[in-house]
Structures are given as C-alpha cells and as structure tokens.
C-alpha cells in the first residue's frame, strides 16, 4: 500500500519562508515522479512543482519560480519543497503527489498522478 505523508505546513508572514517534507513509502519511490500541487478554498487543485524520477529535472508553476525549491532524496524516500517569499495568495492545502507509470517524466496534470498525501495547510498572512 503506498501512502505519502506531508509534514511542515503552518502559519508564516508574507514574505517569510516555510520547508514541507513528504516522506512516501509502498513502493520504490526513486522509480517514480513526484510533485506538489495546492488547493485554496473554493478553487481547482492546481500545480506547483514538480520533479524527475532522478531528481535531475525539476519544474515549476510560473506563479512559484523563483520562490519555490523542489527536491528529493531518494535514500530517505522523501520529496521536499522550500518556499521563500511567500505570499498570501499562497495559502492552500498543499499536497504531494507519486506519478503513476514505471519512471515517467514529470507532468503538471494532476490525472497522471496515482497517489496523493493527506495535504498540510500553508497560511501566509499579510
């Protein structure tokens, strides 16, 4: 059984800067593509980041370049996302996400993605 499981989310400042983890086990999480999506209330899961299998490609959401760092470390089957100048238009349930299909790349679609974590809320306050 494959579960994800985020952890970091909190109250921050705007501008100040907040670490989610997302540790995953079930499977062989180095063979497979993770990203983070978010949610605000009332609004559309959307993407975020996302990156390779191998952890040498990584993509992002034009609205978080910049800001956001997304990374993995494939020893401790954990996905990570650095936040920097937040906002509060960045305030969401934020989600982590295992693509399904053996070693495939990256993709903002949050339907190609077959396994969710619970999500850990940001607040950003102004």
């Given at each position: 059984q494959v579960q994800l499981v985020e952890s970091g989310g909190g109250l921050v400042q705007a501008g100040g800067s907040l670490s989610l983890s997302c540790v995953?086990?079930?499977?062989?999480?180095?063979?497979?593509?993770t990203g983070?999506?978010?949610?605000?209330?009332?609004?559309?899961?959307?993407?975020?980041?996302?990156?390779t299998w191998s952890g040498g490609g990584r993509y992002y959401a034009d609205y978080v370049k910049g800001r956001f760092t997304i990374s993995r470390d494939n020893a401790k089957n954990t996905m990570y996302l650095r936040m920097n100048s937040?906002?509060?238009?960045?305030?969401?349930?934020?989600?982590?996400?295992?693509?399904?299909?053996?070693?495939?790349?990256?993709?903002?679609?949050?339907?190609?993605?077959?396994?969710w974590g619970q999500g850990t809320q940001v607040t950003v306050s102004s």
């Open positions: 995953a086990s079930g499977r062989t999480f180095s063979d497979y593509a983070w999506f978010r949610q605000a209330p009332g609004q559309e899961r959307e993407f975020v980041a996302a990156i937040l906002k509060p238009e960045d305030t969401a349930v934020y989600y982590c996400a295992s693509r399904s299909g053996l070693r495939r790349p990256t993709s903002p679609n949050r339907n190609d993605y077959a396994y």
